[in-house]
C-alpha cells in the first residue's frame, strides 16, 4: 500500500450570504426577497428555501447536490461549484 499526499493548490469559495448578494444582482425572479435561479459560474442555480440552493453536480443527468448557509462554495480546478460544509473547510483550507 502506497502513501499520498494532496498537491498544494490554490481554491475560491465563497460563503452563502456571498453567494446570495451575487443572486440578488444577477436575478430577475425572487421568492421572499431571495434570487429564484441564476447562473453562478456557468450552472444555474434553483431556490430551495431561505437556507438552500441546489447546485448542479459535475456528473450531467445527476443530482443536485444542497448548498446552505452552513456551507462555503468552493469553485474547482474545472469550473464546477460544490459545497463544503464550512467546519470541513476550515479544517481543509486556509486563507492564502
Do not use: W
Not at 443536485?64 to 452552513?70: D, K
Amino acid at each position: 500500500m502506497a502513501k499520498y499526499r494532496n498537491k498544494p493548490r490554490e481554491i475560491v469559495a465563497i460563503t452563502f450570504d456571498e453567494f446570495v448578494e451575487f443572486g440578488m444582482a444577477n436575478s430577475n425572479e425572487f421568492i421572499k426577497s431571495m434570487p429564484k435561479s441564476f447562473k453562478y459560474n456557468n450552472h444555474v442555480v434553483h431556490y430551495v428555501d431561505d437556507r438552500t440552493y441546489l447546485i448542479p453536480t459535475l456528473e450531467s443527468g445527476e443530482s443536485a447536490q444542497r448548498f446552505s448557509s452552513n456551507d462555503m462554495l468552493i469553485i474547482g480546478l474545472k469550473g464546477e461549484i460544490y459545497p463544503c460544509r464550512i467546519d470541513i473547510f476550515e479544517e481543509t483550507y486556509e486563507p492564502i
